[in-house]
């Protein structure tokens, strides 16, 4: 079974840094791995998605890199901004189209 | 273009009753799954749904069952229900199974979800 673990489970950060959110999975064996972000009560909103042969993806100020063999991803939000705050979500996919969901990271950027 | 929606947004039931949800996909996507998210955890997958048919189900009660309609929409119902079962119960939609749908190969796009709470 696969377990998704995402850490820190909250942070704070000033406006204006870098925010670096950790993604690890136990299976290797993805077929692709989505970031997702949440605002309070909201649904989820795709942000990211990395195929299993890519290593990182681009959009923006958001990068996300892939290590499939480590299991694990990282999403990086340059130049992070009050409007980023939210629940960052990692879910991984293993070719069926379900995804496995960690807990989460919860952001707050402070102005 | 429409993206995911779902109906109702928030409703409040007590015990031993029974809910429908319903969702519609994006025009064009052919496969509906739905999650339940329990609050501060992520979702937890419950059905997958492709051309009507199933194809995955979680690690869910026989209390809770889905179908898709020809048009490709989606119910979820769960019947008596428990104070367990208030949670968000997200719709998401992708092209088919596996592959292609929007900027790349499985992408899942969610719904804005249905906000249960059951007293």
């Known amino acids: 079974k696969q377990e998704v673990t995402q850490i820190p489970a909250a942070l704070s950060v000033p406006e204006g840094e870098n925010l670096v959110l950790n993604c690890s999975f136990t299976?290797?064996?993805?077929?692709?791995l989505q970031w997702f972000r949440q605002d309070p009560g909201k649904g989820l909103t795709s942000l990211l998605l990395?195929?299993?042969?890519?290593r990182e993806q681009t959009s923006g100020r958001l990068n996300a890199s892939l290590d499939k063999s480590s299991g694990r991803s990282t999403l990086y939000i340059a130049a992070s901004q009050p409007g980023d705050s939210a629940t960052y979500l990692c879910?991984?996919?293993?070719?069926?189209?379900?995804?496995?969901f960690g807990k989460g990271n919860q952001v707050v950027v402070i102005p | 273009d429409a993206g995911v929606t779902q109906s109702p947004t928030h409703l409040i039931k007590t015990r031993g009753q029974h809910v429908t949800l319903r969702c519609s996909p994006i025009s064009g996507h052919k496969s509906v799954s739905w999650y339940q998210q329990v609050l501060g955890q992520g979702p937890q997958f419950i059905f997958q749904?492709?051309?009507?048919?199933?194809?995955g189900r979680g690690n869910f009660p026989d209390r809770f069952s889905a179908r898709q309609f020809p048009n490709y929409s989606s119910e979820l119902n769960v019947n008596a229900l428990l104070l367990g079962d208030s949670a968000l119960y997200l719709c998401?939609?992708?092209?088919?199974?596996?592959?292609?749908?929007?900027?790349?190969?499985?992408?899942?796009?969610f719904g804005e979800g249905s906000r249960l709470t059951v007293l």
């Open positions: 879910a991984v996919s293993s070719g069926n189209n379900r995804l496995a």
């Open positions: 990395i195929q299993s042969s890519q």
């Open positions: 749904y492709y051309e009507k048919e199933e194809r």
């Open positions: 299976d290797s064996a993805i077929y692709n």
């Open positions: 998401a939609s992708s092209f088919k199974p596996g592959l292609a749908g929007g900027r790349g190969t499985g992408e899942l796009f």
